[in-house]
């Protein structure tokens, strides 16, 4: 089975602010790499498919990028609402695995 | 609007059973292939298992291969997980979720989700 690794696991940040989150997967996995942000309390939402692909009503401020085993999610100016934990999701193959997750907090 | 709506949850006692429900609305159900995704208290995302539009296929996490069971009823738009023989570690907030449809650049990733259902193992 893929293994994913996300870094850092926590970030504190300050609002304006441009964060990027690593995923890392054990074998190339092409661009078939997903992003969801998850809030306390509430179910996952997905924010970036197939690598770069920005899901419908998701903010321009949310990028991601790389392909093969190293991929990136950015946010290029943080917002109050981004706080929360985001998660990388392979799903080149089944069992779709997910990373650890990436809790960003306001510093 | 795409809902769905999971249900069943609860306290059970270990070697126990539950059977949770998913209720869809807002798209054509068969058309979809769905999944359980779970999530331990204060930890991350743990895929259970994934049954396909007509439910010819099906899969499960090793964790759960054996005890659980997924199975769907495209009459009724409801897709159900049976779980026995339950252990303390498949405490969980278990998540109804949709691969989408058509798939054109990611057929695995989960476009919809429920707001999920607490299942506590526990004596």
């Known amino acids: 089975d893929i293994q994913m690794t996300q870094s850092p696991s926590s970030l504190s940040a300050s609002v304006g602010l441009r964060v990027t989150i690593t995923c890392r997967a054990s074998q190339s996995i092409s661009s078939y790499l997903n992003w969801y942000q998850q809030k306390p309390g509430k179910a996952p939402k997905l924010l970036i498919y197939?690598?770069?692909n920005l899901q419908s009503g998701v903010p321009s401020r949310f990028s991601g990028s790389g392909s093969g085993t190293d991929f990136t999610l950015t946010i290029s100016s943080l917002q109050p609402e981004d706080f929360a934990t985001y998660y990388c999701q392979q799903s080149y193959n089944i069992p779709p695995a997910f990373g650890g997750g990436t809790k960003v907090e306001l510093k | 609007e795409v809902q769905l709506v999971e249900s069943g949850g609860g306290l059970v006692k270990p070697g126990g059973s539950l059977r949770l429900s998913c209720a869809a609305s807002g798209f054509i159900f068969s058309d979809y292939n769905m999944n359980w995704v779970r999530q331990a208290p204060g930890k991350g995302l743990e895929w259970v298992s994934y049954i396909s539009g007509s439910s010819t296929y099906t899969h499960y996490a090793d964790s759960v291969k054996g005890r659980f069971t997924i199975s769907r009823d495209n009459a009724k738009n409801s897709v159900y997980l049976q779980m026995n023989s339950l252990r303390a570690e498949d405490t969980a907030v278990y998540y109804c979720a949709r691969f989408p449809f058509p798939c054109g650049a990611d057929c695995y990733n989960f476009d919809y989700w429920g707001q999920g259902t607490l299942v506590t193992v526990s004596s």
């Open positions: 197939a690598a770069s």
